[in-house]
């Protein structure tokens, strides 16, 4: 199963010097039913990359939550064993959980298949996204609009060979 996992710089930083992108548990997104049923479409690539899409608004989380990481989101693609990924049923319908998953072991670095980093000209996009998603979540339709600004930026693709000049560059 493909999983993407939101991180921030520093948290790919982290990944990179321990070898790890996560000791079981943690929380990464995946195309799983409710996604599908949501997305509404039969395309496997149109599904993953609206799996990819959660885990970049859940990467915007992380980054509200720490003003010191630059502002760019990151998301890691792993592939995990089928079980090693699972839906939390009470949370399956709840539109904010949409492809969410928890992943129940620990993921080495190296099985990561891709890395998704905004370009640096997201940065300014990407800060007032970060800085309007309280209030976007309060259903405040203006900050809905600053924090869908982010996502008129592709994240860009990096080989697993790039992240050293990705975290070098924070």
Request: hydrophobic share 50%.
């Amino acid at each position: 199963m493909r999983v993407y996992v939101p991180l921030t710089l520093p948290g790919l930083a982290e990944a990179h010097r321990t070898g790890e992108l996560g000791a079981g548990p943690f929380l990464a997104y995946a195309v799983t039913p409710a996604l599908r049923e949501w997305y509404l479409s039969d395309d496997i690539e149109e599904l993953e990359y609206a799996a990819l899409g959660r885990a970049a608004l859940a990467s915007l989380r992380l980054l509200a939550a720490d003003a010191d990481a630059p502002r760019r989101r990151v998301v890691v693609a792993v592939d995990v064993a089928d079980g090693a990924a699972t839906v939390d049923p009470d949370r399956g319908l709840d539109p904010a959980a949409l492809g969410e998953v928890t992943v129940k072991v620990t993921v080495p670095l190296a099985k990561a298949a891709a890395v998704h980093v905004d370009a640096d000209d997201a940065e300014q996009d990407v800060t007032a996204a970060a800085r309007a998603l309280a209030a976007a979540d309060d259903g405040d339709d203006d900050a809905q609009f600053v924090v869908d600004g982010a996502d008129d930026h592709e994240l860009l693709w990096f080989a697993t060979q790039e992240i050293p000049n990705l975290v070098g560059r924070r």
